[in-house]
């Protein structure tokens, strides 16, 4: 893929915790790219840099972090070079997250409704906000009336659908989502999954998914990437890495997944 297909083009990514003979790198020398319409998953087991990685894109990253090389082209600009008004703009309108936790997203004293009319009040001035909210949660598939609803008055998949809605809100060209259904049941993980899925060919989203778990990439996933101790090691097509994995790492990450041992 030529450069002018990706969306995101990371290169030698590093980021660090504490200095000197104590430096933690927890990013180091980390490339990948997403190419338009195309979803690609980091995995790799807890602590192998993955949420650090795609918070560093937006320089989201903790305070504690230093982010010590590297490139992030986006639309044709590097994202760490970028004033904090620019990251600002680009964050709230080109690039949306969603996490693991979608209750610690929303504000529980506020409608799902208006929680997602405010993300439109910030991003897209002069739209008429109730029509647009009752399509985005037509989009991921949940009845309008549930706009009326407060958050603890919903099931965690139907919190996560929202939160995707209000994702899409300003829509974005870049959905990062960081573990966004190992919260949730296995049934549900399927849904949410399927409409990731359905979104990116509807809508022609990107996406970078971040997972420890290697079940969840195969239907979803374009193009993976496996992550151990803050390094890539070892890149490819989902179907090439599904079916010869070369790094032992990733063959032990893919047998902690029981329907993807290799066929005898
Ligand atoms: N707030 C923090 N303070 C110090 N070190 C941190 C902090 N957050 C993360 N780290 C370090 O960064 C590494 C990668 O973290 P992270 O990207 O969150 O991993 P993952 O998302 O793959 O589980 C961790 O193993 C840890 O050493
Ligand atoms: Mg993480």
Redesign the pocket.
């Known amino acids: 893929m030529d450069d002018h297909s990706n969306i995101l083009d990371v290169k030698n990514l590093s980021l660090h915790f504490g200095r000197d003979d104590a430096v933690v790198k927890a990013v180091d020398g980390v490339s990948f790219t997403v190419g338009r319409g195309e979803t690609v998953a980091l995995v790799g087991e807890s602590g192998s840099g993955?949420?650090m990685s795609a918070l560093s894109i937006t320089k989201l990253t903790p305070r504690a972090a230093r982010i010590a090389g590297g490139q992030v082209i986006f639309g044709g600009e590097d994202m760490l070079l970028m004033n904090d008004a620019r990251l600002r703009h680009i964050r709230g309108s080109r690039i949306s997250y969603i996490f693991q936790e979608p209750m610690v997203s929303f504000n529980p004293v506020f409608t799902i409704g208006w929680q997602i009319e405010e993300a439109l009040m910030l991003h897209r001035r002069g739209i008429d906000r109730k029509s647009e909210v009752a399509r985005l949660l037509e989009l991921v598939h949940l009845p309008v009336r549930l706009a009326s609803a407060f958050p603890h008055q919903m099931s965690g998949g139907q919190l996560q659908r929202c939160m995707i809605a209000m994702a899409l809100a300003c829509s974005p060209e870049l959905l990062v989502a960081?573990?966004p259904t190992t919260a949730l049941d296995v049934t549900v993980q399927r849904e949410i999954l399927n409409l990731l899925a359905e979104l990116r060919d509807k809508v022609g989203l990107s996406v970078l998914m971040?997972t420890h778990n290697f079940g969840i990439v195969s239907d979803l996933a374009d193009r993976v990437y496996v992550m151990q101790k803050g390094k890539v090691v070892e890149e490819g097509s989902t179907r090439q890495i599904l079916d010869d994995p070369q790094h032992a790492y990733t063959k032990q990450l893919m047998a902690a997944v029981p329907r993807l041992n290799p066929k005898k």
């Open positions: 993955k949420s960081d573990e971040i």
